[in-house]
């Protein structure tokens, strides 16, 4: 009997065993299980997070100006490009439009676009923080039928209205440009076709001043096409080691019988060793244009000099100078001297045969170098022209390159 009491303890007492080794492996099993779960959940909150971080990123990154508004016109939501472009404060998130934005173009868009159930576009104009002309797109917020607030989208049209008006400005300007010479040739071939033909003093005359129109017709023409291509980028620099000695002399040869006629003396100071990284071809045209402007407009008997007046070896930019003795240029006129038609004399430029384009490419193509350019002037005393060019160290490799 002992024996049997004894047999039955130790059947219970492993029974006990097992059962407390399966309960020590589920609940360790559950341990893990739990611990698995708390993981996944702190991952998805993690993701969660790291998704807002993203959207609010993406958000904020976006060039639009973006706002959103509540029923009650507070603000929910507002990216940086709007608080940029409106002068908004970064903690503007719960505050009343009314109180946030100082835009009374916008206050008055958000009350006309309440209710409406189509996207409502408007332009708006902004005085501050700066100038600016703004394209708004407003969309209502509603759900199941009642109004929940405002989603509004700003895109920045200021550029592209200030493209449309110089469009708007070049073509007319262009045409009344082309009209005068135009005219001119068309009432003198008149006049011939009249019987001024039979003359041969004024038929000569006529033909002559035709001629000169024609010319005048030609540069312009040229001029604008140039312009357009320099502007829409199709103009290529091709720039090589050059000397700057030389593209000068090629001017002063080209341009030296319109300075015999006015008695003006050409000075070519450039020095002979300086070698410059350019477009041969373009940087003549600069210097054409500045010292035929020169010629044209200056005294009768002056002096013409184009030098490098600071000029050191080593230096990187080179500026170069293009000096007049002639009556100057008007304080008021200095800043617009390079915009396009611009004409300090218009009639006597008219007659001179100016296109009202020269200085104008004279900027893009040393802009296109790198270089910068300005005028400095006093009237009655002379005008001077500086620009900058990229410059190369002459060597034994450059020489032969040069034609020197």
């Not at 059962?19 to 959940?41: G, T």
């Not at 000068?248 to 003396?265: C, F, I, S």
């Not at 100071?269 to 070698?275: F, G």
């Amino acid at each position: 009997m002992s024996f049997f009491w004894a047999t039955l303890t130790v059947i219970l007492a492993v029974v006990y065993l097992n059962q407390r080794q399966r309960l020590r492996r589920f609940r360790d099993e559950r341990d893990v299980a739990q611990l698995k779960i708390r993981r996944l959940e702190e991952a998805r909150e993690d993701s969660d997070q790291h998704t807002a971080a993203r959207q609010s990123a993406l958000f904020d990154s976006m060039v639009e100006g973006v706002l959103v508004l509540s029923s009650k016109e507070k603000i929910e939501m507002a990216n940086a490009a709007f608080r940029r472009t409106f002068g908004v404060s970064d903690d503007c998130i719960g505050q009343t439009m009314d109180y946030a934005v100082r835009s009374h173009h916008l206050h008055e868009l958000c009350r006309a676009a309440k209710g409406k159930g189509s996207i409502l576009k408007a332009e708006i104009a902004l005085t501050t923080p700066e100038n600016r002309i703004l394209e708004a797109n407003v969309v209502n917020l509603t759900h199941e039928g009642r109004y929940r607030g405002l989603i509004l989208v700003f895109h920045d049209l200021t550029e592209l209205k200030r493209l449309e008006n110089t469009r708007r400005e070049f073509v007319a300007n262009v045409s009344h440009e082309l009209r005068t010479p135009l005219a001119m040739i068309k009432g003198f071939v008149e006049t011939l076709m009249d019987g001024a033909k039979d003359d041969p003093t004024h038929c000569m005359k006529f033909l002559q001043t035709i001629d000169k129109h024609a010319d005048r017709l030609n540069f312009l023409i040229e001029d604008i096409l140039v312009i357009s291509q320099i502007e829409s980028g199709q103009l290529v620099m091709n720039p090589q080691s050059m000397s700057l000695n030389s593209v000068v002399n090629r001017v002063m040869e080209d341009l030296e019988q319109r300075g015999t006629d006015k008695k003006v003396k050409l000075v070519n100071a450039i020095p002979r060793n300086l070698i410059l990284h350019i477009d041969g071809d373009r940087v003549q045209q600069v210097i054409f244009n500045l010292v035929d402007n020169a010629i044209k407009y200056g005294r009768h008997g002056g002096t013409v000099r184009v030098e490098t007046p600071e000029y050191e070896a080593g230096q990187e930019m080179v500026e170069v100078a293009i000096t007049d003795d002639g009556p100057g240029i008007p304080a008021e006129s200095l800043d617009k001297i390079f915009e396009r038609f611009f004409r300090v004399d218009k009639a006597r430029s008219r007659d001179a045969g100016g296109t009202g384009l020269g200085l104008s490419i004279v900027k893009h193509i040393i802009q296109s170098h790198g270089g910068r350019v300005r005028v400095e002037s006093q009237v009655d005393r002379g005008t001077t022209f500086f620009f900058t060019l990229p410059a190369r160290l002459k060597s034994k490799a450059t020489s032969a390159v040069t034609g020197q």
